[in-house]
């Protein structure tokens, strides 16, 4: 298989306000969000980072997305260093976060053709895909329709879309189907495993055993910041036991019990 991710001993820490210390009831004015982590994503497959709240998961795929640096280690996008040359990864990858916020006033398709010349496509290019993703998410009819009328599960689509409009090679998504309706939820999945079938590299972030069940080709398990195993499903669920199971016995062989969200 093709290396596309080569995630090499990243590690970061953030530094923690009073109210964070209490929140997180420590002393220490910081906290350590991944400590040496690494893992290899290939192409055609879809890995999942599986985690509680809380374990690392999204600083990792921030890390990965160039939105912020690692204290130390790096990460190679098809061998472009997110280090020393983070436009090439940019121009590789697509990253759906949480974070993106659309603005209520804003249409789809004013949304789309604003990203797309953002990522110079042309606009013959850029049409015909707006058309085929428009058209896959049920986001046609409501392409003139601003943002702050739309349904939370339709805002979530229209991110995914914008999020991918330059067809990117690897596709970074923290908590894809996270607060969507089972019917969303299920068009989001289908697309992910479309994806994977075109070639695509996929990671996503996830606390959902289901999910990962679902869609994906291989897991890796990140724990406090430590990732503690990356496994296919095939070989992490051949003697019967299902993730969840292995997942707590991981958890409690770390001498600690997390609450899943």
Not at 16 to 21: A, V
Not at 77 to 103: A, C, H, P, Q, W
Not at 122 to 137: A, C, G, P, V
Request: proline share 2%; net charge neutral.
């Amino acid at each position: 298989m093709e290396k596309t991710v080569s995630v090499i001993d990243i590690s970061k820490t953030f530094k923690l306000s009073k109210k964070q210390r209490k929140i997180e009831k420590t002393d220490s004015n910081k906290k350590v969000a991944v400590n040496g982590l690494s893992f290899d994503a290939y192409k055609g497959e879809i890995f999942g980072l599986l985690g509680p709240n809380g374990a690392g998961k999204t600083t990792t795929l921030r890390c990965i997305s160039t939105l912020i640096k690692p204290d130390s280690g790096d990460i190679l996008i098809n061998n472009y260093s997110v280090i020393k040359e983070e436009e090439m990864v940019r121009s590789s990858i697509g990253f759906l976060t949480s974070d993106l916020k659309l603005e209520d006033f804003f249409t789809p398709n004013y949304l789309y053709n604003y990203f797309s010349k953002l990522h110079g496509i042309d606009s013959e290019t850029s049409e015909l895909r707006k058309n085929k993703l428009f058209e896959k998410f049920g986001i046609d009819k409501f392409k003139e329709v601003k943002v702050g009328e739309l349904s939370t599960g339709m805002r979530q689509k229209i991110q995914i879309v914008i999020s991918i409009v330059h067809d990117p090679d690897i596709i970074i998504f923290d908590e894809p189907t996270n607060g969507l309706d089972v019917i969303t939820a299920r068009v989001v999945t289908n697309f992910l495993k479309e994806l994977r079938d075109e070639g695509k590299t996929i990671i996503v972030s996830t606390h959902i055993f289901s999910l990962v069940e679902k869609i994906c080709d291989r897991v890796g398990i990140i724990i406090d910041g430590k990732l503690k195993t990356t496994e296919t499903l095939t070989d992490l669920l051949k003697n019967g036991q299902t993730l969840e199971d292995y997942f707590f016995d991981l958890v409690e062989g770390s001498n600690g019990l997390w609450k899943i969200y």
